[in-house]
Structure formats: structure tokens, C-alpha cells
């Protein structure tokens, strides 16, 4: 399995959602709510890529030292089925290897506010990942958050461009927190550390 050499390569982290105010609350956005927050720790603001069609933040993760790592924070602003151009000419324009790209998105079949973190894999109906796969291949790492399954007869379309309910959006800012907190952990420490920590 491909593995990424830490200590000199850049990371790409990518939050996966929709552009546009009007899905900035939908559960699928929850991807670019974890970036809008590693942004903020890392005191940086979203600003155009170049010709790329997609918002970055260049930093760094951890502590000055051997355990720093560089880091582009990507948020595309093509619809969530385009977004493998913009995040495959974001990785050839910073040469990031394949294995060092993670891809933050929601994830039905676990439970709300579960996290899952892993290298590779399907894209389990996934419209974000199944673009990203097509433009660049599956050994990329993935931090899943979990959303559940829609209730009833819900369409998954309609359950996925909805907003958090009131009940879950009491403890959103808590999991987003955690998510940022396990994306920093896969970067800085590595993916077994962060699935023994963050896989709950």
C-alpha cells in the first residue's frame, strides 16, 4: 500500500461540500466546516488558488520542529461531483504524493458524530470520492465523519442537502472539533496513531 514520506513532503488536505451560502449548514458540507476550522487554528483565511477551481490555506501542523509538517487546506468550489479536477490540480501544482492527500466528507452508514479514519478504499456511493478516485486513484487517506442514515423514507439526496437538526447541531461544533483535532493527529503523527485515538 502506497505510504507517504512525512518529513518532506507538502499535505493536502481537502474538505469536501458544496459551494455557495445556501449549503453552507448541509450535512454534506460537513467536510469544509472541519477545513474552515484547521484554517482558523492555523490563523490563515481561504483565498483563491490560482487558476485552480478551489479556496486554499497554506501552514503548518504541530509544534516548530521535526514534527512539523506542511499543509495546503483545500475547499473546491465545484459541485461535489466535479471536485476531482480541482483537487488533482491542486496535488500536481504542490506535488503532493496521492497517499498524502485526505479528503475530510460525510459519511451515512455511521453514526452521527462517529469518526472512521483509513488509507484507500471504495467510495461507498460517495459523489465527492468517486470523483476524486476517477481523477487520481483510491490510495488517498480519508477522515469520515459520520452522518447516519436518513430517517424513514427520506431520499439520501434530500437527507445529504439538508441542515444539521436542532438536536444535532448542539454537539456539531463538539465533532467538528474532534475531526479537526484527528485530521491534524493523521498528519502530524501518522494514520495507525490517529485510528487508535480518533477511530471511536
Known sequence: MARVDESSSVWLVVGLGNPGPEYAGNRHNVGFMVADLLAERMGGKFKRAGKAQAQVVEGRFGSPGPGSRRVVLAKPMSFMNLLGGPVSAL???????????????????IDYGVLRLKLGGGD???????????????????????????PGRMQVADFVLKDFGSAER???????????????????????????????
Open 170 to 200: 448542539k454537539e456539531l461544533d463538539y465533532f467538528v472539533d474532534r475531526a479537526a483535532d484527528a485530521v491534524e493527529c493523521l498528519v502530524t503523527e501518522g494514520l495507525e496513531r490517529a485510528q487508535s485515538a480518533y477511530n471511536s
Open 124 to 150: 461507498n456511493g460517495h459523489n465527492g470520492l468517486k470523483s476524486m478516485t476517477k481523477a487520481m486513484g483510491a490510495e488517498y487517506h480519508r477522515v469520515r465523519f459520520g452522518i447516519g442514515r436518513p
Open 91 to 109: 496535488r500536481d501544482f504542490y506535488k503532493v504524493p496521492v497517499a498524502g492527500v485526505v479528503a475530510v466528507h460525510d459519511e451515512l452508514d
